[in-house]
């Protein structure tokens, strides 16, 4: 950490009280710059969207929150205390495009997969994990599929297996990126019931996402961001027009506001969620978006 890094009274006092705090957080794939000096402070309780352009850093920000990749500068907080000592609480749902479906498991053993801090390496489960993840599931609406293998799952499907193994964490803050990419309109209404539901019960959510049309319905908090930081804060003072413009640019063909004050843009088709990342099995992180 350096002198720039170490924060100031005001933001030590926002540290303590925020979800998660990230600090002048900055990230480089080669020379060029992914995330520069991010700042982003996640209220306790909220539930927050992060929106920016394909390449903006949605996805590299939160992993670098999280210690995926490494970071040139800045420090991520949780609950007031350093990442490391905070591990346990949080609970991260990966894409599911960077995810190595092949994989032989049941949909039951990546469940019990989130069980892994609690049990550890060589732990075995007992009767109430097998009912903590088997609850999991049922919240997920996948009871049926417990023993099917998840490579035979659909998209949408496999989406919700992941979920169900973040709840099985039992977790405090629940960190997804681009949960709803790929899904169908009934897997999209079952996983933002679950995620509304955490919220309902105190926990805080943050996820990537790009359906501009749905922020309004889904979020309370939002965090604008195009390889710098554009704006943040509750829904209503920071979903704007003049903010999504300097977020977005020329990639923000239209963008207006209808009856109900929805904003409602058009914009490009965005690039293969596939693109930028690294092959399955590589053990590299790619793509900055």
């Known amino acids: 950490m350096t002198q720039n890094d170490i924060p100031s009274m005001a933001q030590r006092s926002d540290i303590a009280t925020a979800a998660l ?42 992993k670098a929150a999280l210690g995926v ?3 040139l500068s800045g420090e991520a907080y949780v609950f007031g205390k350093p990442l490391a000592q905070m591990r ?12 190595d479906w092949d994989f032989p498991a049941r949909v039951i053993d990546v469940v019990a997969m989130g069980l892994y801090r609690e049990l550890g390496l060589l732990g075995r489960m007992t ?13 997920v609406g996948m009871s049926d599929f417990a023993h099917r293998q998840i ?27 681009e949960p709803f990419a790929g899904v169908d309109a009934a897997t999209e209404k079952a996983i933002i019931a679950v995620l509304q539901a955490l919220k309902d019960q105190g926990k805080t959510v943050v996820a990537v996402h790009h359906d501009l049309a749905t922020v309004k319905d889904y979020f309370d908090h939002v965090f604008l961001i195009n390889k710098s930081r554009i704006a943040e804060g509750p829904v209503e003072a920071a979903f704007t027009p003049d903010n999504l413009q300097k977020a977005y640019g020329g990639r923000l063909v239209t963008a207006q506001l209808d009856p109900a004050s929805q904003i409602t843009p058009v914009v490009p088709p965005r690039k293969d969620l596939a693109s930028g990342l690294a092959p399955k099995g590589s053990g590299t992180v790619g793509g900055a978006g």
């Open 21 to 62: 705090a990230i600090r002048g957080m900055t990230v480089s794939y080669g020379e060029k710059p992914a995330v520069f000096s991010v700042d982003l402070t996640v209220p306790r309780g909220a539930m927050m969207a992060i929106i920016g352009p394909n390449g903006a850093g949605k996805s590299t920000l939160l």
């Open 69 to 71: 990749v490494p970071t």
């Open 88 to 99: 346990a609480r949080i609970a991260y749902v990966p894409q599911r495009a960077s995810v």
């Open 127 to 139: 009767g109430a994990h097998r009912a903590r993840a088997a609850e999991s599931l049922a919240r």
């Open 151 to 177: 490579g035979q799952l659909s998209g949408g499907q496999q989406q919700r297996v992941f979920l169900a193994r973040a709840l099985a964490q039992e977790a405090d803050l629940y960190l997804l990126d």
